[in-house]
């Protein structure tokens, strides 16, 4: 067979094995697929169900065209791409045959042009008895069936126009069509496809097909990294029947994955109370984690909405529901997506092990953050993120399999989808349904995973649409979600249920009941509204007094320090918050107990700041060592930190993050305080303001909240009722901003709002525009770009990942963080586009060290350098973060 005279996989001549033949790499990636198919696998049989085939046919089917990925490779043009000095039996290179498409785009080519020939010839043999007509649908379904294995590099292919015979040559050596087919008819013995007869004339199936054919594309590429690992598939040059190396295929597969983390799904354990989870006795439930005790687990997939206040125990009712949602079979783990890098890292901690008393002991599941900092298992870090041995990248631009795995799993953000139990922010997820190379992968993942979304609402109208775009293909694709949230508009809340009902082709149902705290459920039937009670140990009653100047704010901290009490001030600026720090830090008595916390400080420094604050101010924080603290914070801090203080100042914002900053308002229990308070920085009231109102006071917080609107109903409701009280009027104040309220807006600041609204359509617009239509299936459009972390949040501009360098001892350029684990990450600072362009380029004389480290630490490729100590402008210190302008200044 002269299909043995073609190479898949090389490396560096002199090798004892130059290369590896390609219908043997081939046949690694079909084992590894065929192992991650097995039928008993709980994503297998979802798969199977939604296309109505058994899970060994579906295994048959897809696994055969999983061994067609790399038939581009059978091109002249891509052979030419390397020469054995040891194997000379190799098919030479054609002169005039040159590699001008990759070798993805042509598969699609060879198959396109040669596919009905090798049906007609014999070569793929039609189901016995098939009809003409039935010939005729096959035919049809096809073009959805192929695409997910040729645009196995990423993103998808088509074959257009290219020219079979410009690339696919004959000569006296070998004819390469003549090896393709060769190659499909032997495989095709070994594993043939298992044609769906019954259902290829379904307008249903093939719709299910294209919607599912994004997942089938993350399988594909995922046994594509796994199969293309020298470590585990070994080089192979000599002749043997394609029948023995499948066995060869197989045993490795079954070691690859044994090492690699795949071969064994954790067993997941029934729910036994929260009991079991912490070693206690008797753990008494709050009325929410009874609710998700109890409430009846569904078939299908599952959509919950919890409903409650802050210190309801949400995040343990979500771990009740997974636990037993896992149990159930609806999913082999869990991705818990939050806001921002911050509360990613407090949800780590806060779950430390408690994921592993979901499984048996012998499970042992990995556990990833997404964003980098830290993780929790080496074996799996070691084993699926460690560098893969390295082949020769085809050309500069097309990077082979092992590359583009090696390049996708530096940024370690991304293995989180592709662990057992991942955390990270909100955009790994909605990462999966833009454009984005690789984005099956983040669906294959998500496909295997229950869901976890905190704080729901804070999403504005692009991520709203994206997120909701997301649920809707979780749903279609068999998965399950859990969303959290303490103060969610109704509108929202039917946006929310609707896009699950639109994935399980169920016509939208509005919400019903307006109780809180509520617990719902959408599954099949009729969703369920369950209105909840609420302890009263969670329930809240803050007194929201008013200040109208910067310096009325600064004398409110100044009196709290000198009444012993710990005071947080939530500025809505990072530049507010280091003018207040600055002028508070020069009057108290004792600076030390002063912190700066924003999210303009590299990752290391963010680690350690939160880390004083929770020492500080945290659950374990004695009162001793809460006197007299003060932290100037913006919002980072009500959204990641377990910790609570005496009292509050916060600039005006919108009611939700109100009542979120409200939150870390005597939070723990610590024995007689004097009654918590809010003191509310706004401009003063009035009932007739105009589009100044809100710039007047705090220009910073007018150029964040742009609809002065909201700020203005925030202040009127909370002017009504004069505190916070929770849960008991949490819907008014909620609806008092967001409901119906169009008729008390004043005049002066309607522009402002239709503005604001108009905005929101156009964001809800873009997303819709940006997003992948993934009811068109995995096909090509021109929307694909490489790998950046754009798209998934709407701003005035973009942000920029800037690298923070130092110098070594020996006046090398090195690593802000130094050279500890996840350095590149620890290192890195989020700035604003028109922020970072006011930091100094990275001088010329150090450009070639800067390309040492990003080849040293892959990450760093989609970051902007910067040498703070080189600066002549802008600094950076450790107490104060990125200071721009000049270094004397500290804003």
Same mark, same amino acid.
């Given at each position: 067979?002269?299909?043995?005279?073609?190479?898949?996989?090389?490396?560096?001549?002199?090798?004892?094995?130059?290369?590896?033949?390609?219908?043997?790499h081939?046949?690694?990636?079909?084992?590894?697929?065929?192992?991650?198919?097995?039928?008993?696998?709980p994503?297998?049989?979802?798969?199977a169900?939604?296309?109505?085939?058994?899970?060994?046919?579906?295994?048959?089917?897809?696994?055969?065209?999983?061994?067609?990925?790399?038939?581009?490779?059978?091109?002249?043009?891509?052979?030419?791409?390397?020469?054995?000095?040891?194997n000379?039996?190799?098919?030479?290179?054609?002169?005039?045959?040159?590699y001008?498409?990759r070798?993805?785009?042509?598969?699609?080519?060879?198959?396109?042009?040669k596919?009905?020939?090798?049906?007609? %010839?014999?070569?793929?043999?039609?189901?016995?008895?098939f009809?003409?007509?039935?010939?005729?649908?096959?035919?049809?379904?096809?073009?959805?069936?192929?695409?997910?294995?040729?645009?196995?590099?990423?993103?998808?292919? +088509?074959? @257009?126009?290219?020219?079979?015979?410009?690339?696919?040559?004959?000569?006296?050596?070998?004819?390469?069509?003549?090896?393709?087919?060769?190659?499909?008819?032997?495989?095709?013995?070994?594993?043939?496809?298992?044609?769906?007869?019954?259902?290829?004339?379904?307008?249903?199936?093939v719709?299910?097909?294209?919607?599912?054919?994004?997942s089938?594309?993350?399988?594909?590429?995922?046994?594509?990294?796994?199969?293309?690992?020298?470590?585990?598939?070994?080089y192979?040059?000599?002749?043997?029947?394609?029948?023995?190396?499948?066995?060869?295929?197989?045993?490795?597969?079954?070691?690859?994955?044994?090492?690699?983390?795949?071969?064994?799904?954790?067993?997941?354990?029934?729910?036994?109370?929260?009991?079991?989870?912490f070693?206690?006795?008797?753990?008494?439930?709050?009325?929410?984690?009874?609710?998700a005790?109890?409430?009846?687990?569904?078939?299908?997939?599952?959509?919950?909405?919890?409903?409650?206040?802050?210190?309801?125990?949400?995040?343990?009712?979500?771990?009740?529901?997974?636990?037993? #949602?896992l149990?159930?079979g609806?999913?082999?783990?869990?991705?818990?997506?939050?806001?921002?890098?911050?509360?990613s890292?407090?949800?780590?901690?806060r779950?430390?092990?408690?994921?592993?008393?979901?499984?048996?002991?012998?499970? *042992?599941?990995?556990?990833?953050?997404?964003?980098?900092?830290?993780?929790?298992?080496?074996d799996?870090?070691?084993?699926?993120?460690?560098?893969?041995? @390295?082949?020769?990248?085809?050309?500069?631009?097309?990077?082979?399999?092992?590359?583009?795995?090696?390049?996708?799993?530096?940024?370690?953000?991304?293995?989180?989808?592709?662990?057992?139990?991942?955390?990270?922010?909100?955009?790994?997820?909605?990462?999966?349904?833009?454009?984005f190379?690789?984005?099956?992968?983040?669906?294959?993942?998500?496909?295997?995973?229950?869901?976890?979304?905190?704080?729901?609402?804070?999403?504005d109208n692009?991520m709203?649409?994206?997120?909701?775009?997301?649920?809707?293909?979780?749903?279609r694709?068999?998965g399950?979600?859990?969303?959290?949230?303490?103060?969610?508009?109704?509108? *929202?809340?039917?946006?929310?249920?609707?896009?699950?009902?639109?994935?399980?082709?169920?016509?939208?149902?509005?919400?019903?009941k307006d109780?809180?705290?509520?617990?719902?459920?959408?599954?099949?039937?009729?969703?369920?509204?369950?209105?909840?009670?609420?302890?009263?140990?969670?329930?809240?009653?803050?007194?929201?007094?008013?200040?109208?100047?910067?310096?009325q704010?600064?004398?409110?901290v100044?009196?709290?320090?000198?009444?012993?009490?710990?005071?947080?001030?939530?500025?809505?600026?990072?530049d507010?918050?280091? =003018?207040?720090?600055?002028? !508070?830090?020069?009057?108290?008595?004792?600076?030390?107990h002063?912190?700066?916390?924003?999210s303009?400080?590299? *990752?290391?420094? =963010?680690?350690?700041?939160?880390?004083?604050?929770?020492?500080?101010?945290?659950? %374990?924080?004695?009162?001793d *060592?809460?006197? @007299?603290?003060?932290?100037?914070?913006?919002?980072?801090?009500?959204?990641?930190?377990?910790?609570?203080?005496?009292?509050?100042?916060?600039?005006?914002?919108?009611?939700?993050?109100?009542?979120?900053?409200?939150?870390?308002?005597?939070?723990?229990?610590?024995?007689?305080?004097?009654?918590?308070?809010?003191?509310?920085?706004?401009?003063?009231w009035?009932?007739?303001?105009?589009?100044?109102?809100?710039?007047?006071? #705090?220009?910073?917080?007018?150029?964040?909240?742009?609809?002065?609107?909201?700020?203005?109903?925030?202040?009127?409701?909370?002017?009504?009722l004069?505190? !916070?009280?929770?849960?008991?009027?949490?819907?008014?104040?909620?609806?008092?901003?967001?409901g119906?309220?169009?008729?008390?807006?004043?005049d002066?600041?309607?522009?402002?709002?239709?503005?604001?609204?108009?905005?929101?359509?156009?964001?809800?617009?873009?997303?819709t525009?940006?997003?992948?239509?993934?009811? +068109?299936?995995?096909?090509?459009?021109?929307?694909?770009?490489?790998?950046?972390?754009?798209?998934?949040?709407?701003?005035?501009?973009?942000?920029?990942?800037?690298?923070?360098?130092?110098?070594? %001892?020996?006046?090398?350029?090195?690593?802000?963080?130094?050279?500890?684990?996840?350095?590149?990450?620890?290192?890195?600072?989020?700035?604003?586009?028109?922020?970072a362009?006011?930091?100094?380029?990275l001088?010329?004389?150090?450009?070639?060290?800067?390309?040492?480290?990003?080849?040293?630490?892959?990450?760093?490729?989609?970051?902007?350098?910067?040498?703070?100590?080189?600066?002549?402008?802008? @600094?950076?210190?450790?107490?104060?973060?990125?200071?721009?302008?000049?270094?004397?200044?500290?804003?």
């Amino acid at each position: 067979m002269t299909y043995y005279r073609y190479w898949g996989k090389a490396q560096a001549k002199g090798q004892a094995v130059e290369c590896h033949l390609l219908p043997y790499h081939n046949l690694d990636v079909a084992a590894v697929g065929w192992l991650l198919l097995s039928p008993d696998r709980p994503l297998t049989q979802r798969l199977a169900a939604q296309l109505s085939l058994k899970p060994e046919a579906l295994r048959q089917l897809l696994v055969f065209w999983l061994g067609l990925h790399d038939i581009g490779k059978f091109s002249r043009a891509f052979q030419g791409l390397f020469t054995s000095s040891a194997n000379q039996d190799l098919v030479p290179p054609i002169a005039q045959c040159a590699y001008t498409q990759r070798h993805d785009r042509l598969g699609a080519v060879i198959w396109e042009a040669k596919w009905h020939e090798w049906f007609e %010839d014999g070569t793929l043999r039609w189901p016995a008895g098939f009809s003409r007509m039935e010939r005729k649908a096959l035919r049809a379904a096809l073009p959805v069936l192929t695409p997910p294995f040729f645009g196995h590099h990423g993103q998808p292919v +088509e074959a @257009g126009k290219v020219d079979v015979e410009a690339f696919f040559c004959r000569d006296q050596h070998a004819d390469d069509v003549e090896a393709t087919r060769q190659f499909i008819a032997d495989w095709a013995d070994i594993v043939p496809p298992d044609w769906p007869t019954e259902q290829l004339f379904s307008e249903e199936w093939v719709y299910a097909l294209q919607t599912l054919s994004w997942s089938i594309a993350g399988w594909a590429t995922l046994s594509d990294w796994l199969g293309s690992n020298q470590d585990h598939f070994a080089y192979h040059q000599m002749k043997m029947p394609l029948t023995d190396y499948w066995q060869i295929a197989l045993a490795n597969a079954e070691r690859a994955l044994q090492e690699t983390g795949f071969k064994r799904l954790p067993e997941p354990l029934p729910y036994a109370g929260m009991a079991s989870w912490f070693g206690q006795q008797t753990v008494t439930p709050t009325p929410l984690q009874h609710a998700a005790e109890t409430v009846a687990i569904t078939d299908g997939p599952q959509l919950f909405i919890l409903e409650d206040e802050t210190g309801s125990g949400k995040t343990e009712a979500a771990c009740i529901l997974t636990q037993r #949602l896992l149990a159930a079979g609806h999913g082999d783990g869990l991705y818990f997506a939050l806001p921002t890098m911050a509360t990613s890292n407090a949800m780590y901690a806060r779950l430390g092990n408690l994921h592993r008393r979901f499984y048996t002991a012998e499970s *042992m599941p990995s556990f990833v953050l997404a964003h980098g900092a830290r993780d929790l298992n080496d074996d799996f870090m070691a084993a699926v993120a460690a560098p893969h041995p @390295g082949d020769l990248d085809y050309t500069s631009s097309e990077l082979s399999a092992t590359s583009r795995c090696n390049q996708w799993l530096a940024d370690s953000r991304k293995k989180a989808l592709l662990a057992e139990v991942g955390v990270g922010t909100i955009d790994q997820a909605l990462m999966a349904i833009l454009p984005f190379r690789h984005q099956s992968l983040r669906l294959y993942g998500l496909a295997r995973k229950v869901l976890v979304i905190d704080e729901v609402h804070a999403y504005d109208n692009y991520m709203q649409t994206l997120l909701s775009q997301l649920l809707s293909y979780h749903a279609r694709q068999g998965g399950s979600a859990i969303l959290l949230t303490a103060t969610l508009p109704r509108a *929202m809340r039917s946006d929310l249920m609707a896009a699950w009902q639109a994935g399980l082709g169920q016509s939208e149902t509005t919400p019903q009941k307006d109780d809180f705290p509520l617990l719902t459920h959408v599954s099949e039937g009729q969703p369920l509204e369950l209105p909840l009670g609420s302890r009263k140990e969670v329930a809240r009653s803050v007194e929201v007094d008013w200040l109208t100047e910067e310096e009325q704010a600064i004398d409110a901290v100044l009196a709290a320090i000198e009444a012993g009490e710990c005071i947080a001030w939530v500025r809505n600026t990072v530049d507010d918050a280091i =003018r207040a720090f600055e002028a !508070i830090a020069a009057r108290h008595p004792d600076p030390e107990h002063c912190l700066l916390f924003h999210s303009r400080f590299a *990752m290391v420094d =963010r680690q350690r700041i939160e880390s004083q604050v929770i020492e500080r101010l945290g659950k %374990d924080s004695t009162p001793d *060592m809460r006197k @007299g603290q003060v932290l100037i914070s913006t919002q980072v801090f009500q959204e990641s930190l377990d910790c609570d203080v005496d009292v509050m100042v916060s600039d005006i914002a919108p009611i939700d993050l109100l009542i979120q900053r409200a939150g870390r308002l005597q939070r723990h229990q610590r024995g007689l305080r004097c009654p918590p308070r809010l003191l509310v920085l706004a401009p003063p009231w009035s009932d007739d303001p105009d589009e100044k109102w809100l710039q007047r006071t #705090l220009p910073g917080t007018q150029a964040v909240y742009r609809d002065t609107s909201l700020s203005w109903l925030t202040q009127r409701v909370l002017r009504h009722l004069e505190a !916070i009280r929770l849960p008991e009027e949490a819907r008014e104040l909620i609806e008092g901003v967001y409901g119906r309220v169009a008729d008390v807006i004043p005049d002066g600041l309607q522009t402002a709002r239709y503005e604001q609204k108009g905005m929101q359509r156009t964001a809800g617009s873009m997303a819709t525009f940006n997003a992948l239509d993934l009811e +068109e299936g995995y096909v090509k459009s021109d929307q694909w770009q490489e790998e950046q972390e754009i798209g998934t949040r709407l701003m005035d501009e973009p942000t920029i990942n800037v690298v923070l360098l130092s110098f070594s %001892d020996g006046d090398e350029l090195a690593l802000w963080a130094g050279e500890g684990r996840h350095a590149d990450m620890l290192s890195q600072v989020k700035l604003r586009q028109s922020q970072a362009t006011k930091l100094a380029a990275l001088p010329s004389r150090y450009e070639s060290q800067w390309l040492t480290l990003q080849e040293r630490y892959k990450v760093l490729k989609y970051t902007q350098p910067w040498l703070p100590n080189d600066d002549p402008d802008c @600094g950076y210190d450790t107490q104060w973060g990125v200071r721009l302008g000049a270094k004397e200044q500290t804003s």
